[in-house]
């Protein structure tokens, strides 16, 4: 499915973004992920935290690709997440653990589902990751956007 796709179907709208949305997006899922390695917190808290460093990485992305997900369409965090590979070219193998995080995220927050510490680890390890890998993508491919 292409970016196209997705907004003909309603799960996304289009986005004119500029480099103070995405520096602030950015900062933030800085910010978040120095929450996530604070050892005062919760597992939950830290993994919820690493989550949305996850998050802003990947909506940075997708606004600076010229979209935004519809948050009325139930499943946004999903799409936004599957839409990785359209806008940095991420591998699907890493999209499959970064949807099992997002499903995790879910059953904590749903269900009240305890976060195991392998799961925390690997939520941070992948929110390093990809904010690392989203900044790269903007400084080649979107230089004007970049922070």
């Not at 802003?56 to 997900?69: I, T, V």
């Not at 936004?80 to 995220?105: E, Y």
Request: glycine share 6%; hydrophobic share 40%.
């Amino acid at each position: 499915m292409t970016l196209d796709n997705l907004l003909r179907t309603g799960q996304l709208k289009r986005h004119t973004t500029d480099r103070v949305e995405i520096g602030n997006l950015l900062a933030a899922a800085r910010r978040n992920l120095g929450d996530a390695r604070a050892e005062n917190i919760s597992t939950e808290n830290r993994f919820d935290a690493a989550y949305k460093c996850i998050m802003q990485c990947a909506l940075a992305a997708l606004m600076a690709n010229g979209f935004r997900p519809d948050t009325k369409v139930p499943g946004h965090h999903q799409t936004v997440i599957q839409s990785l590979p359209k806008t940095v070219g991420l591998p699907a193998a890493r999209v499959v653990v970064l949807d099992a995080l997002r499903n995790k995220r879910n059953l904590s927050d749903y269900t009240g589902k305890n976060i195991d510490p392998a799961s925390l680890a690997t939520c941070i390890q992948e929110a390093e990751w990809l904010l690392g890998e989203v900044g790269a993508w903007l400084a080649a491919n979107h230089a004007e956007l970049a922070p």
